[in-house]
């Protein structure tokens, strides 16, 4: 009996002793500086980097670039992306090198005679690729507030592009998977048209040569020079329309972020072009009035309550939001107060809103928006928040090989036919619709948070149109249920986005008896289509003013600093 009750006793001690680990889990801690981005290789040279005295802006620049070397799959010189940055003076901003489309495009150039779309017209191949926007990003960047010489910057990641980066596991899977996709896009086989395994080292000689030549000429190399020629050649001759003139006229924008409080965080997010910041805004001040934590963490009424915010924030999304050099958006009537309480009037905790039975909300228009995030905290205070895509996975999978990088198909963020969904099952309306030159809306946020006036938090994540309530998520799991930063970013995740009408969680995350009792009350819940929701990384400033990174478990993501 004695050992009955020893044994009992053990088995209390050790399962209490593994939820604390857990409860307390943290990640990487350091005391100066951090970088926490999708790959080891690119966070340790951002880190290095902030080493040698750079700032988080040459850190910016060092671990874009690396990513596109190391992390092919989303890291990108063919994409664009948006930062949202906060000084150490308090200083807040936000560049957007989203890209644009070609001045060729017109707006039904996805459709057919009979007026609908083509498939895979805007997602694989040289047609869906839009202006790239990455390079002039990072070096208007790096331009505006980075210290150190662009040589030191990007020697580090020349080196790793020739000595190359080993495979992991899983981008082996990701390679083989899209084998198909390689071949349909490209003419010719590319450096990924072959089974890549684990732990083989992939050396990027051509990449190598790119990046030299843009070192030494600047970002009018990728865009005026050599570079810009063989693009415009390579993408013509798969069947695209950008131009040399498109590539030469291409110019990133210093936008406005948006801002606005939660409790007593202060949060700065991504403007138009991307929805992030809006939508993050609107359903994070819809669920504002709600005890969250006292409802519980991932609780069934925490649950209906972001899932009924999100769906009324994604209403709006398609409808109002799109690129604000050409379309009016009502950015600040979509977020105030009184429209987001009027906009969760309706909800009930009986029953599910049916999408069909909404849409977004009125709102007077006064005449007068697979990718990868990484987070940087600098050891001078200053933070930067970067989230970069090719939009899929290895984007149109258009390969130039003579460059050494693959194209984007971003051109799909855009609404090609008005309710008709995109890759992400988005449906976008007027606003989002094609013209030359326009930036697709895009769901990036970017979002760096303060507390008490001083920086608190960090974060951003890929994963289409689930990167702003994954965002959200994160941010509520810190605030609301004090989870240790890494702890905050590996909690399992759901997503509501209006259309489709479905809560779509993480397999195997949820209880059973909570997803018959949303069931019961109308919801559909999807548990099939999304293995992963968003692949967050962060960095959370600790009361002690040390940093703590939360690299998602999800991928192969990792923190480092010093
Ligand atoms: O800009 C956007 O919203 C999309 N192109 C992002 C793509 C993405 O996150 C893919 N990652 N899984």
Redesign the pocket.
């Known amino acids: 009996m004695k050992k009955y009750i020893l044994v009992i006793l053990l088995s209390i001690l050790v399962f209490t002793c593994k939820k604390e680990t857990k409860n307390n889990r943290q990640g990487l801690v350091t005391k100066h500086a951090m970088v926490v981005s999708a790959r080891e290789e690119a966070s340790k040279i951002g880190s290095v980097i902030m080493k040698q005295g750079g700032n988080a802006f040459d850190a910016m620049l060092a671990t874009d670039l690396a990513l596109a070397v190391a992390y092919p799959y989303?890291g990108n010189l063919g994409g664009g992306g948006f930062m949202v940055y906060r000084l150490e003076n308090g200083e807040i901003g936000a560049l957007d090198y989203?890209e644009k489309a070609p001045l060729a495009a017109s707006k039904n150039m996805y459709l057919d005679s009979l007026g609908n779309v083509i498939p895979n017209l805007s997602t694989r191949g040289a047609l869906a690729v839009g202006v790239p926007g990455t390079v002039a990003g990072t070096f208007e960047a790096h331009k505006r507030f980075g210290k150190l010489p662009i040589e030191t910057i990007m020697k580090p990641v020349i080196e790793l592009a020739k000595k190359g980066v080993k495979v992991t596991q899983k981008q082996e899977l990701r390679i083989a998977e899209k084998q198909e996709d390689f071949i349909i896009a490209n003419k010719e086989p590319i450096l990924f048209s072959r089974a890549w395994k684990e732990n083989d080292t992939i050396k990027y000689n051509n990449l190598a040569e790119t990046l030299t030549r843009i070192m030494k000429n600047g970002p009018d190399e990728f865009y005026k020079g050599k570079t810009a020629r063989i693009l415009a050649k390579h993408i013509q001759e798969n069947g695209g329309i950008i131009t040399e003139e498109d590539l030469a006229s291409y110019k990133p924008k210093w936008r406005k972020p948006i801002t606005f409080t939660y409790d007593d965080l202060n949060i700065i997010s991504m403007s138009p072009p991307?929805?992030?910041g809006i939508c993050l805004a609107q359903i994070m001040k819809m669920i504002e009035p709600y005890d969250l934590h006292e409802l519980g963490h991932n609780s069934e009424k925490a649950i209906q309550i972001i899932t009924e915010a999100e769906r009324r924030a994604y209403a709006d999304r398609s409808f109002y939001l799109g690129d604000p050099d050409f379309v009016n958006i009502p950015q600040e009537q979509l977020i105030t107060n009184s429209y987001l309480q009027d906009r969760m009037k309706d909800f009930s905790f009986e029953k599910a809103t049916k999408s069909e039975a909404l849409a977004h909300g009125k709102v007077e228009i006064i005449e007068s928006?697979?990718?990868?995030h990484y987070s940087i905290v600098d050891a001078f205070g200053n933070a930067v928040a970067v989230?970069t895509?090719?939009?899929?996975?290895f984007g149109s999978k258009l390969f130039c090989e003579e460059l050494g990088f693959f194209l984007?198909n971003?051109m799909?963020?855009f609404s090609s036919k008005p309710g008709v969904p995109n890759v992400?099952g988005l449906v976008g309306a007027e606003a989002n619709s094609i013209l030359p030159q326009k930036r697709?809306?895009?769901?990036?946020t970017p979002t760096i948070i303060e507390k008490n006036g001083k920086l608190h938090m960090v974060v951003g994540?890929?994963?289409?149109?689930?990167?702003i309530t994954s965002v959200m998520q994160t941010i509520l799991n810190v605030h609301e249920y004090n989870s240790s930063m890494q702890e905050a970013v590996n909690l399992p995740r759901f997503h509501h986005q209006w259309l489709p009408d479905e809560i779509r969680m993480e397999p195997y995350s949820f209880s059973s008896k909570m997803i018959h009792n949303l069931e019961q009350k109308g919801y559909l819940i999807n548990e099939k289509d999304s293995p992963i929701i968003g692949?967050v990384d962060a960095i959370l400033v600790l009361e002690d003013g040390s940093l703590e990174g939360g690299a998602d478990r999800r991928g192969d993501d990792e923190a480092s600093g010093f």
């Open positions: 989303a989203r991307s929805s992030g928006n697979e990718t990868t989230t895509t090719l939009n899929s996975g984007n971003e799909d963020d992400y697709m809306l895009s769901s990036m994540s890929p994963g289409g149109s689930t990167i692949k």
